[in-house]
Nanobody, 114 residues
Framework: QVQLVESGGGLVQAGGSLRLSCAASGSISRINAMGWYRQAPGKQRELVARIGSTGSTNYQDSVKGRFTISRDNAKNTVYLQMNSLEPEDTAVYYC????????WGQGTQVTVSS
């Protein structure tokens, strides 16, 4: 089993920054890719960014140039640096990890005020 614990969400004004962290524990040797999804009220969960075991990254078009995903394998932690935040980025952000199955964190709220 893999456990994921997120932190770093909060309330920020438009144009501000936040950094989300996701710490993995448990059977971490079986983890391949990790990343972040988000879900806004009344909307479906959508992929924000992912990072593979080799460090390759993918981003949703709406966050390219503003968000950066990174991974510290020594700390078993993945980060999402979010800059130039917009009200449309308001959502619950969920960390995920791909291994023998798909693992999810509990989610962290990000609220961007205009």
């Amino acid at each position: 089993q893999v456990q994921l614990v997120e932190s770093g969400g909060g309330l920020v004004q438009a144009g501000g920054s936040l950094r989300l962290s996701c710490a993995a524990s448990g059977s971490i040797s079986r983890i391949n890719a990790m990343g972040w999804y988000r879900q806004a009220p009344g909307k479906q969960r959508e992929l924000v960014a992912r990072i593979g075991s080799t460090g390759s990254t993918n981003y949703q078009d709406s966050v390219k140039g503003r968000f950066t995903i990174s991974r510290d394998n020594a700390k078993n932690t993945v980060y999402l640096q979010m800059n130039s935040l917009e009200p449309e980025d308001t959502a619950v952000y969920y960390c995920y990890a791909v291994g023998p199955m798909l693992y999810w964190g509990q989610g962290t709220q990000v609220t961007v005020s205009s």
